[in-house]
């Protein structure tokens, strides 16, 4: 068994980002060493803190499918060939930050837009409810950049010229993301579960848990989705085979699902 989950929203609550209400999930995880990939917008500094705090340590996949992160000698995984980035082996699979950096400056004068790039940590705050730490982590930005529009109604306009240069918009549960045309979080889950696969030999049962649009294309890669409801809004509009939908927002409703299907798969170790 391999679970892939979002973060904000889904085992993070949208409004305090607290993980606390699934903590009897995460404790059950860590015992029966289930491996729990972390799949978010946030950037590797982010989710570093989040580890820690979670007290696990398994491969993350970060910026929305940007990078593939695995720590070094993490169960054999076969990355021998890989690139090697601090602690970690890595798959690459956006473009670089500075390209989508260099696209949004030179759009800004067509547009009134403005990334995190242009923006300090306690503006980031702001905007986020995080701390100014936190926020600055959110600034180390690997392969793409969160955004806000003045005009909301010109991000088609936006996502056209973003196109024309190798790049694409996608909406997340607070902000625009400007990233690298080839990358999301379904083709990143994808490559994890063959990595595994190749590893160990077998085909592990996938379970994603997800609240907004950016989290179908992982959703679409897993035997069994989760869609968690979004405070105020309730489901993403989508429909997938074996879908479970959860019956409360944010951590509490991401631990009652996984309690669930733990007991259920109880006797499934693949």
């Known amino acids: 068994m391999i679970i892939f989950t979002d973060l904000d929203g889904s085992l993070l609550n949208h409004e305090d980002y607290s993980f606390t209400e699934a903590m009897p999930s995460l404790d059950r995880i860590k015992q029966s060493g289930i491996p729990l990939i972390i799949t978010t917008s946030k950037t590797r500094r982010e989710v570093e803190l989040l580890q820690r705090e979670m007290g696990i340590r398994e491969p993350v996949i970060v910026e929305n499918g940007g990078g593939i992160f695995s720590p070094r000698g993490y169960r054999n995984l076969m990355m021998e060939s890989k690139e090697q980035k601090d602690d970690y082996t890595v798959i690459e699979i956006g473009t670089t930050y500075s390209k989508v950096r260099d696209f949004l400056k030179k759009i800004s004068l067509r547009f009134d837009i403005r990334g995190f790039g242009d923006m300090a940590p306690a503006e980031i705050a702001g905007l986020t409810g995080l701390t100014i730490e936190r926020a600055a982590l959110a600034k180390d930005r690997e392969f793409t950049e969160p955004f806000i529009m003045g005009r909301p109604d010109e991000i088609d306009s936006l996502s056209e010229l973003a196109a024309e240069e190798g ?80 019956k409360e927002a944010g951590a509490r409703g991401w631990n009652d699902v996984v309690l669930r299907l733990l007991d259920e798969l109880r006797g499934i170790t693949t």
Not at 214 to 224: F, K, P, R, S
């Open 167 to 246: 790049l694409k918009v996608a909406r997340g549960g607070r902000f625009h993301h400007l990233m690298g045309v080839a990358q999301d979080k379904g083709k990143a889950v994808r490559i994890v579960c063959d990595l595994f696969r190749q590893s160990s030999g077998i085909e592990l049962t996938a379970i994603g848990l997800g609240d907004s649009e950016n989290d179908l294309a992982m959703l679409e890669q897993v035997g069994i989705p989760v869609l968690i409801p979004r405070p105020g809004k309730g489901y993403l509009d989508i429909r997938l085979p074996g879908m479970i939908w959860a």
